[in-house]
């Protein structure tokens, strides 16, 4: 690789797939290829998703054949699967082979590819067993691939999800994972590494999501993308701004009358927010580690409906007892009444936001979408109308 392609790569590698595509569609197509083949496979695949079709093809015709028919291949598969991460299969054996014979094969591959495992195939390309090269070298030069081989090896189905594939392969730590269809025929291999760097992508993007931030910005991704990115969203926020504003005025006639109540609105939004943050955080990492079982939704949401009732009340104490000196202070002989009212809302607005922390993002799932998309704007809304709306509800209803 010279120091053209060098740098290219570098640059691309700063950048989301779209912006990458950008750079890639105005280099050489030898260039290109060059730097595609050494993205992550996930990566690659998501920049030439973005490419315009002729440059993408110019860019191909420098990838060894064989190279581009797997790349064809992966994109049949789903998007952030592990079908995306494929690489074509080597070192590719007969179970009748012999050790000496295998050896010889080995050492001619090695000078084009880097073999971690053998792979014994039969004649359906059914995946029979795997190849460690220490055994093959200590075993004696005549005896046959099939006394050598690990029988029923472990492998990954090519439609399964990263998520799930870094699941059942969190114990294993093996270099390379052999991948089959549900026939058991070879598709390819996906390397560990290749694996773990993929959904350290995947994760590092979750945090922007939860704020509308898209999964390709990065720091160098230009101003006027950044702004098309992330202006959508904040539009929507606004409007749910404008919801929350709403259920204010509804009560502006109580407001009016007690204008003290409008200095505890944003402490009751601000802690029944974080409760929300709270529930919303955990409720991810446990869908992105595996923790949050089939079946066990509605524990999870039981579970952080308590604690917010819990904290409700533990807080709302804290936050009545301010209300009751602050409204003394200012003479409002209703101080008692008041204080019980801010006790009662921020009960009621924690167990709704830690319901909503933990339903928003199972809500996303179930339909289909990213639990981790926008999922703290949706959250802020309902925290904020649940919030204001129950505080001067009960502050109308109480209060005289």
């Not at 998703?49 to 028919?69: L, Q, S």
């Not at 994760?203 to 999964?215: H, T």
């Not at 720091?219 to 992330?230: E, K």
């Not at 007690?258 to 869908?287: D, E, I, K």
Request: hydrophobic share 50%; aromatic share 6%; charged share 20%.
């Amino acid at each position: 690789m010279n120091s053209t392609t060098e740098s290219l790569l570098a640059a691309v590698s700063k950048h989301g797939a779209q912006d990458a595509a950008d750079l890639l569609e105005r280099a050489s197509g030898e260039d290109a290829a060059k730097v595609l083949e050494a993205l992550n496979p996930l990566v690659a695949q998501q920049v030439m998703a973005e490419m315009e079709e002729e440059p993408r093809t110019a860019a191909i015709t420098f990838v060894p054949k064989e190279k581009a028919m797997q790349w064809a291949s992966n994109r049949e598969h789903p998007e952030d699967s592990v079908g995306w991460l494929m690489e074509s299969p080597v070192a590719v054996f007969k179970p009748a082979a012999t050790a000496r014979d295998t050896i010889k094969e080995v050492r001619k591959l090695a000078k084009k590819a880097f073999i971690t495992y053998g792979y014994i195939t039969d004649d359906q390309d059914r995946l029979l067993g795997l190849l460690v090269m220490r055994d093959l070298m200590l075993a004696e030069p005549d005896a046959r691939l099939a006394d050598v081989m690990v029988p029923d090896p472990f492998t990954l189905d090519p439609e399964m999800e990263l998520t799930d594939a870094m699941k059942v392969v969190v114990n294993k730590h093996y270099p390379v994972y052999p991948v089959c269809d549900k026939k058991g025929v070879l598709l390819g291999l996906v390397r560990g590494q290749t694996l773990f760097e993929a959904r350290a992508i995947e994760i590092s993007a979750q945090v922007g999501s939860m704020v509308g931030v898209k999964n390709e910005e990065r720091l160098s991704t230009p101003l006027l993308r950044s702004l098309r990115f992330r202006h959508p969203w904040l539009q929507i926020n606004l409007v749910t701004c404008f919801v929350a504003a709403a259920v204010v005025g509804v009560f502006q006639g109580t407001l009016d009358r007690m204008v003290l109540l409008a200095v505890f609105l944003p402490v009751l939004a601000g802690q029944s927010g974080n409760t929300g943050c709270q529930a919303l955080a955990v409720a991810l990492r446990g869908m992105t580690l595996g923790d949050l079982k089939a079946g066990e939704e509605r524990k999870l949401v039981c579970k952080e409906g308590l604690l917010g009732l819990f904290n409700g009340m533990l807080v709302g104490v804290s936050a009545a007892l301010g209300m009751y000196v602050y409204a003394r202070i200012e003479g409002n002989p209703s101080a008692l009444m008041l204080a019980l009212v801010v006790w009662l809302a921020m009960v009621a607005s924690c167990v709704v936001s830690g319901l909503s922390g933990a339903l928003i993002p199972l809500t996303l799932r179930k339909f289909g979408a990213d639990p981790a998309t926008a999922s703290s704007i949706f959250l802020t809304t309902a925290t904020d109308v649940i919030s204001m709306g129950t505080f001067l509800g009960l502050a109308t209803l109480l209060v005289p």
